[in-house]
């Protein structure tokens, strides 16, 4: 699997990363054994990505060519404002994936905080994501939702979309070598969150795959160490 990683200019190693496509809160969010940094580590390790090729492989896609790699990528969203910013969007073949990557991190506000006092504007961003996805406006179950959950999955539909594929993997990739005793309540209520949307969406605890419109949209979420 060929890789082509890229923000301004060519990315091949962690520190290039952290040069060109550092996270949102840069350095104060670029540390040993948290999301961000942890994957840059994964992503420029050629043995390391090698577990990422798997998972390509037994989904079917097709890695042959070169697949584009856009860390801290904007995916513009219904209405006005920010958009969906994957931890990194790949492009390949036949195929789009957009990586949220995690230590102990959460998955942000639920859906209901996230409607506390919103805009108009933001009312009808998920409002419409929500029936895109949901099939109809937030109820009182999807209101327990997380946010980044909804944005995540539809933001790697709108690449799938955007880009001519046909299969769109929303991959929540967790680095279980930062999960001390003390985050990892925090590790499993990400999961138990995880979990609780793929249920709403009538997926199994570990995700799978539901089409919409020509697109294959899987959702699944892997455990990796970096010192395996």
């Known amino acids: 699997m060929k890789l ?8 091949t190693t962690v520190d290039q ?10 350095e104060k969010h670029w540390k040993d054994d948290r999301s961000a940094k942890s994957l840059a580590q994964f992503m420029t390790d050629k043995t390391q990505v090698k577990k990422l090729e798997n998972v390509l492989k037994k989904l079917g896609y097709d890695i042959r060519g070169v697949i584009s790699c856009t860390p801290e990528a904007n995916t513009v969203l219904p209405g006005t404002g920010n958009g969906r910013n994957h931890d990194l ?16 991190e959460s998955f942000g506000k639920m859906i209901s905080k996230e409607l506390e006092g919103a805009s108009d504007n933001k009312q009808y961003r998920i409002d419409t994501l929500a029936k895109e996805l949901f099939g109809c406006e937030v109820n009182a179950d999807s209101k327990n939702l997380k946010y980044q959950l909804l944005t995540g999955v539809m933001g790697t539909f709108f690449e799938a979309i955007k880009n001519a594929k046909t299969k769109a993997l929303f991959l929540i990739i967790v680095f279980t070598d930062g999960i001390t005793p003390e985050n990892k309540p925090a590790a499993e209520a990400n999961n138990n ?28 979420k892997i455990d990796i160490s970096l010192k395996q």
Do not use: H, R
């Open 4 to 11: 082509e990683i890229s923000k301004t200019n060519i990315i």
């Open 17 to 26: 990363w952290l040069q060109f496509a550092p996270p949102m809160g840069k």
């Open 89 to 104: 969007l790949m492009i390949g073949k036949d195929f789009v994936v957009g990586i949220e990557a995690k230590v102990s």
């Open 193 to 220: 969150d995880y979990e609780d949307f793929c249920k709403y969406l009538g997926l199994g605890n570990d995700g799978g795959t539901i089409k919409k419109l020509n697109v294959d949209i899987t959702i699944k």
